[in-house]
């Protein structure tokens, strides 16, 4: 990596991302995406946002301004400027035939994968490497071009093969089991130079994978939590690509995620029943009783309220809380919020079926609901198989609902584990693994540590008063994006 130098000039950054929320978000990478440019401007970096024109966007922003008419592999394609809401200046990837349809942005409304996933992503990197380029149509030019996940993992290949002065670039992985693979024959018409696509270079197991080409040119790599940016140096979490990796080590760091405390304040919040904050923590009830009647699940105050908002997925454990769901329920009752894998949906609708009044589910994407589960449950549950950074654990503990979580990833590094039931600075409950049993341990854990009122308050306490905003991470971005910046 270059050394780093003081340029006085501000720096100007590129965030490229395929999520933003509240506009088209289906995981933490929206949240990320609306929270880490304005803490990045706080810190006196020019950040702006780059997003493809899904129909959500456009809607959001009619008044957005063409700036430019281009073809990017082919395609005609508009940059359109607006402001989003937080004041963070927006650059629209307008292209209707790839981004304007129904549906989310990586999948259908069925689940499954665009078919034209190559082309729809290759256009969005594409058209961000131009404005990296000494070709840039924008009057604005980014020192560093910061990418995302794999729907973005073509700008630093492009980049690396272009001529003349460019942007430095960045990969954030936000979670290496999504690599972007292809058939070559999907990617033909992405102008990828024949250079970069042997098997040292983005091949993976006889495909293209985006995420490879990305972490073998991008300038430096990021993941979202330290204790994950070791882990997938690892045979078990590296998803293939740990020798890649470790290869570049040098050049790759873990910076924690942050929260959006504005956004997540039980104090502001208005999708919850009633305000609460440290000295006002009995009114957590008055959620508790309208997330209960939602989910018409009846009883006692007292009956333990787990909860869980999440993908549906493998990766999250679901599964694991859906076969533990028979012993929990003699306990405690259970909600689940969410959407994803079919056959979990049937596993949980089963167990709701057999555990009458002691199971509640909501299928789909509700976000005002995903604000008050967090203030409603006692307890929120995540047994993640692997975890880059997870935001609920973080939600939870600011909304005094002490998490139980498998100890991986991002869920080591921000939850304080109630180790010996009476430590000081125990914000929750981590599980050695991601299987039943362990789960159950968690339950009857924090269970028993529920019932003894004041240490179940200094628990909420505590994670209550954690810092998790966002300025940590946005001067560590700051320091590396200081390194890799291009000297001229
Ligand atoms: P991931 O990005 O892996 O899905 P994170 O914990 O980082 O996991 O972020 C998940 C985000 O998506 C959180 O803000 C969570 O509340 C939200 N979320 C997930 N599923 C749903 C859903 N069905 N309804 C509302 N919000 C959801
Ligand atoms: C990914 C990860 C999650 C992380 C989020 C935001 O979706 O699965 O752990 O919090 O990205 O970085």
Redesign the pocket.
């Known amino acids: 990596m270059p050394p780093a130098h003081n340029d006085a000039r501000p720096l100007n950054v590129l965030f490229v991302t395929p999520e933003c929320?509240p506009i088209a978000?289906?995981?933490?990478?929206?949240?990320?995406s609306a929270a880490l440019p304005p803490a990045l401007r706080e810190e006196g970096i020019d950040a702006r946002v780059l997003l493809p024109g899904y129909t959500s966007v456009l809607d959001a922003f009619p008044a957005a301004r063409e700036v430019a008419a281009l073809e990017v592999l082919g395609q005609p394609v508009r940059l359109l400027e607006s402001v989003l809401a937080t004041g963070v200046p927006l650059v629209i990837v307008d292209c209707p035939h790839l981004y304007a349809r129904g549906g989310g942005p990586y999948q259908a409304d069925d689940g499954d994968d665009w078919d034209d996933n190559a082309l729809r992503f290759g256009v969005l990197a594409k058209a961000a490497a131009i404005c990296g380029s000494e070709a840039t149509p924008l009057s604005w030019r980014p020192d560093i071009v910061h990418c995302n996940d794999w729907p973005t993992a073509l700008v630093p290949v492009y980049l690396a093969f272009t001529e003349g002065k460019r942007a430095a670039t960045m990969i954030t992985i936000?979670?290496l089991a999504f690599q972007g693979l292809f058939q070559f024959s999907d990617i033909r018409a992405l102008e990828i130079p024949e250079a970069a696509l042997g098997a040292d270079g983005m091949e993976f197991h006889g495909r293209a994978s985006f995420l490879k080409g990305a972490l073998l040119h991008a300038d430096a790599i990021t993941t979202?939590s330290p204790t994950y940016a070791q882990e997938i140096q690892g045979p078990e979490l590296g998803f293939g690509l740990e020798d890649v990796l470790k290869a570049r080590r040098d050049a790759l760091f873990g910076v924690l995620?942050g929260i959006d405390t504005a956004t997540w304040n039980p104090a502001t919040d208005p999708n919850i029943a009633r305000p609460y904050g440290l000295l006002t923590l009995e009114r957590k009830m008055a959620s508790k009783r309208a997330l209960k009647k939602r989910m018409k699940l009846a009883g006692s105050d007292d009956i333990p309220l787990l909860a869980t908002?999440?993908?549906?997925?493998h990766?999250?454990g679901i599964d694991v809380i859906a076969s533990t769901l028979g012993e929990i329920t003699k306990l405690a009752q259970v909600v689940v919020?969410?959407?994803?894998d079919r056959e979990m949906i049937e596993q949980l609708k089963a167990a709701q079926a057999r555990h009458p009044g002691r199971v509640g589910l909501?299928?789909?994407?509700?976000?005002p609901?995903?604000?008050l589960?967090?203030a409603g449950a006692d307890i929120f549950l995540?047994p993640?198989r692997f975890?880059?950074?997870?935001?609920?654990?973080m939600?939870s503990q600011r909304y005094g609902t002490p998490p139980i979580a498998n100890a991986t990833g991002?869920l080591v590094d921000t939850i304080v584990d109630d180790a010996t039931g009476d430590t000081l600075d125990g914000t929750g409950f981590l599980i050695p693994e991601a299987s039943p049993d362990a789960l159950l341990e968690g339950v009857v854990r924090a269970l028993a540590a529920r019932s003894n009122p004041s240490h179940w308050k200094r628990l909420q306490t505590n994670g209550m008063t954690r810092d998790f905003g966002w300025e940590p991470a946005a001067r560590m971005y700051r320091r590396i994006y200081e390194r890799i910046r291009p000297t001229s």
Not at 309 to 313: A, E, K, L, N
Not at 337 to 340: E, H, M, P, R, W
């Open positions: 929320a978000k289906t995981g933490g990478l929206g949240d990320v936000h979670n979202v995620n908002v999440s993908r549906i997925t990766q999250k919020v969410g959407a994803g909501s299928i789909g994407f509700d976000e609901l995903a604000h589960v967090e995540m993640s975890e880059p950074c997870g935001m609920n654990q939600y991002g």
